[in-house]
């Protein structure tokens, strides 16, 4: 059961790794917030887009299931992406580069 798990994962990567024209699972992505900051917080962050098995943001590792990583999905850098966290708030960001 886990080995077709493994498949399942490693053929959407297949699938969805398309260079860095878009993003897709496996690419980094640096991202703007838009949003409001406080004192303190980064405007800027980078991570990795990975399927859910393998996310730990705490070392800059996105779920591509997370409210962020599906509004990234198929975006181009310099896309402004907007989705609505599971609190009901709005939040953006600003696509500034995909490796």
Do not use: C, W
């Not at 969805?16 to 980094?28: A, D, L």
């Amino acid at each position: 059961a886990k080995i077709e798990v493994i498949e399942d994962i490693l053929t959407k990567v297949l699938k969805e790794k398309s260079g860095t024209h878009k993003v897709s699972i496996g690419n980094t992505i640096t991202v703007d917030y838009l949003g409001e900051l406080e004192e303190g917080e980064d405007r800027e962050m980078t991570f990795q887009l990975v399927g859910e098995t393998e996310a730990d943001f705490a070392k800059g590792k996105l779920s591509n299931e997370s409210p962020l990583g599906k509004a990234l999905v198929g975006k181009k850098s310099g896309e402004v992406v907007r989705f609505t966290t599971p609190q009901g708030g709005l939040e953006e960001y600003k696509i500034v580069n995909i490796k």
